[in-house]
């Protein structure tokens, strides 16, 4: 239903400035979704993924609040890289100048920004500071919006920036949209709204080739969870109920992938992977499985070679034999578990469970069917010491698995971290895991970049297996390097 006259709306995912990203995962899904509902609604709306622009990545000095970290920002040998934590930071996607000529070329009426994560909301306001008037004359000011995970959770910061701050899910807020486009008056002070969530919301995928006959989609079936880990702000942005999209619209979705892969291929045998990024899958295993065996269906009716993957990752409690054999036949390549913790107490602490042996045995099961694995621990929560990470890092040493450490990071508004007034009081960039900081006092920044550089030791000797040359030499230079735990390093090497 159309409303209002049409509008041109730039919807933009601003650069990231960090010391990592993840291209391959960067598909800007929330985006894609408030551009199929306003699109519906009869606007002209272009999406401007700005990390995936060229070019696509410049170093950047290490901003002023993260040079703490100086010590440990340094270029290893080359038998050390694979040890590494990390050198230089860089900034991902155009200058923001770039970004702003972008966007004015495409003479919007409105712009809609995204913040996926509150870690990078300084790069988000900078870019809203230079799209605010008087700043851009003959520019015409367009309705600034700005919304997303890292905006829900802290919009305040946004106000004197945008005319709108979205609080959730945005794709009810065009109507407030059109209402005030073009109707502003400056300086406009940015009002807050929090839309309904859509009752139903489409199956967006974002496509890209890597090779000229293997395409690669980013999807994503679920919204909302009901559980509430301590260190998850997934009920803050998208509530405590598990939405799914139906099945009947998840089959006319994936046929009109099938034939856009089918339309932009060149080749007799092509091959078509979907990463899945749901958070909790697994919740919904049934319906899970029927989505799978469609799309497995459907490329082998069109001699698509077909293979999936969840890299959000996958809850293994949830996980059995029977499903991931299941998985196997449908092509999973690749299995990123979710552990949270080893510890028991911990767990309880973070309102999570677990259970080490079915751990154990789905890693047997699934190096029987020669899947490879990605275990994921949390470094860095409260009652985390230095010696319970080694412990949990030769733990998984010993299996067959890789180690995924995700270094603890506070999202405002948690349970743990009500008091907002902080978060306005220091860079938000100090809340990125990369940034090691030591949000819960349990371990220094030495003791989680030691944890962090164990782990990918780890890794690291896992691909060289029989090479103890390799490994001792390794050893040797970790207890050289002064910038880490030595004890941590020590109790690694022995528990080995
Ligand atoms: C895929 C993903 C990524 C991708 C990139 C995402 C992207 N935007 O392209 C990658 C892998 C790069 C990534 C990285 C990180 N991520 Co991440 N990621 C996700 C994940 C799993 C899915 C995102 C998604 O597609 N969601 C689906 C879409 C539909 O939702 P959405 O994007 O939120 O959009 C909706 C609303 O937010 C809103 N909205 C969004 N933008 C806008 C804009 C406007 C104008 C309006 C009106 C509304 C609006 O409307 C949309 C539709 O309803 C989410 C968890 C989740 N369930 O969403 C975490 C999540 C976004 N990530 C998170 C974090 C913290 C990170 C890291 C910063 C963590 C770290 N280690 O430091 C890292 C950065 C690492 C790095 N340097 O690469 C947190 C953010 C928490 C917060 N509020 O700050 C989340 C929510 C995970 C969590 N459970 O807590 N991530
Ligand atoms: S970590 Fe996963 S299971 Fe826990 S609340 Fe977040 S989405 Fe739900």
């Not at 005319?163 to 949209?177: F, S, Y």
């Amino acid at each position: 239903m159309i409303t209002s006259a049409s509008l041109t709306i730039v919807l933009v995912q601003p650069p990231v400035e960090d010391f990592y990203f993840t291209p391959h995962r960067s598909s800007a899904l929330g985006l894609q979704s408030l551009a199929d509902a306003w699109t519906k609604r009869g606007h002209h709306c272009h999406i401007l993924n700005f990390p995936l622009e060229k070019p696509k990545k410049k170093r950047l000095p290490l901003p002023e609040k993260l040079k703490y970290l100086n010590p440990w920002l340094k270029k290893h040998s080359k038998e050390m890289t694979g040890t590494a934590f990390f050198s230089r930071y860089f900034r991902f996607g155009p200058s923001l100048e770039d970004c702003l000529e972008r966007i004015k070329v495409l003479k919007p009426q409105v712009v809609a920004i995204s913040c996926f994560a509150w870690s990078y909301a300084q790069t988000t306001r900078k870019l809203l500071e230079l799209l605010r008037p008087p700043l851009n004359p003959p520019f015409d000011p367009p309705l600034l919006v700005v919304g997303g995970p890292g905006v829900t959770v802290m919009p305040e910061y946004f106000t004197s920036f945008a005319d709108l701050v979205i609080k959730g899910e945005g794709e009810n807020v065009i109507g407030a949209i059109e209402k005030r486009a073009g109707r502003i008056s400056y300086p406009s002070c940015g009002e807050i709204v929090c839309p309904d969530p859509p009752g139903t919301f489409p199956l967006v995928w974002d496509i890209s080739t890597g090779r000229k006959n293997r395409f690669t989609a980013v999807t994503m079936l679920t919204r909302g969870c009901p559980k509430m880990c301590s260190f998850c702000s997934n009920h803050l942005i998208f509530g405590k109920t598990l939405r799914k999209i139906a099945l009947p619209e998840v089959y006319s979705g994936l046929d009109l992938l099938v034939d856009q892969v089918l339309r932009r291929s060149q080749y007799l045998e092509t091959k078509l992977h979907l990463n899945f990024e749901d958070d909790n899958i697994l919740f919904q295993k049934n319906y899970f499985l029927a989505i799978l065996k469609y799309i497995k269906e459907k490329c082998d009716q069109n001699r698509i070679d077909f293979s999936f993957s969840a890299e959000n990752g996958m809850d293994y409690l949830l996980l059995n034999h029977e499903t991931l054999a299941a998985f196997k036949e449908l092509n999973l390549t690749q299995l990123n578990l979710s552990l949270a913790s080893m510890d028991q107490q911990q767990l309880e602490r973070e309102k999570r469970t677990g259970n080490i042996k079915k751990l154990e045995s789905l890693l047997e099961y699934s190096e029987k069917l020669a899947i490879p694995v990605i275990t994921y621990f949390i470094c860095g929560l409260k009652k985390d010491t230095p010696r319970k990470m080694v412990e949990t890092i030769s733990y998984l040493h010993g299996l067959k698995t890789r180690i995924g450490i995700s270094l603890y990071y506070p999202v405002p508004g948690l349970a743990d971290w009500l008091d907002k007034e902080l978060f306005l009081k220091i860079p938000s960039y100090l809340c990125c895991g990369s940034s090691a900081y030591p949000w819960n006092g349990s371990l220094t920044s030495k003791e989680l970049i030691t944890a962090f550089r164990l782990a990918r030791t780890s890794n690291y000797i896992k691909n060289c297996p029989g090479d103890n040359t390799k490994v001792r030499e390794i050893k040797i230079n970790l207890l050289k390097d002064e910038t880490l735990e030595r004890s941590m390093v020590e109790l690694f090497f022995r528990r080995k």
